[in-house]
């Protein structure tokens, strides 16, 4: 299963979906701007890409990283949502689902040392919901609005994301 995006349409859907996501999971925070054109669409503040500080309890700095892979995690089962529920009109397939299980099983692994079962649960959890707020007309009216003026507007900072879905928080 490919999840590449197809045309400049579907990127812009995928990257709302992520947007839609970080504000969803309350972690719109760690977004510092979006930008089209740039390789990687989605910037992060330095925070985000947080390594460790002795300063804290093991306890805490787990935590945190786990937070963050909740985050990932949210906006690539995000990214794909959107793209489904609003460019296809449909919940993603089994072979889309198992391909995203996939690449957040071993990510899971690898920055929070995290269990096969724990990684499915948490996934599950986060696909269902997400498949849900994708699926909400009130959300898909939202994240159209977003996604043209995304396009038109190619670059948006952290505060324009979180006027834009704002409304998000009423629904």
């Known amino acids: ?21 970080l504000v969803i999971w309350d972690a719109d925070d760690m977004l510092a701007h979006i930008d089209m054109d740039a390789d990687e669409s989605v910037e992060f503040v330095p925070e985000y890409y947080f390594s460790g500080n002795p300063r804290l ?7 945190y990283i786990v937070k ?11 990214n794909v949502m959107c793209r489904h529920h609003l460019l296809q009109h449909k919940s993603p397939d089994s072979a889309t689902r198992k391909a995203l299980l996939e690449c957040v099983e071993q990510e ?31 959300v898909q009216n939202v994240v159209r609005d977003f996604a043209r003026e995304l396009q038109e ?15 998000l928080r009423n629904l």
Not at 1 to 20: F, H, I, P, R, W
Not at 57 to 63: F, L, R, Y
Not at 70 to 76: I, K, L, N, P, Y
């Open 57 to 63: 309890s093991a306890k805490v700095a787990w935590q």
């Open 108 to 138: 899971g692994v690898e920055s929070c040392s995290l269990e096969s079962d724990e990684i499915h649960r948490l996934f599950d959890r986060s696909y269902s919901y997400l498949d849900r707020v994708f699926a909400h007309s009130g």
């Open 68 to 78: 963050h892979y909740q985050a990932s995690m949210g906006m690539m089962i995000g």
């Open 153 to 167: 507007q190619r670059t948006l900072s952290r505060g324009d994301v979180a006027e834009m879905l704002a409304a």
């Open 1 to 21: 299963m490919n999840l590449k995006y197809s045309d400049e349409q579907d990127k812009c859907y995928g990257v709302t979906g992520m947007a839609v996501s």
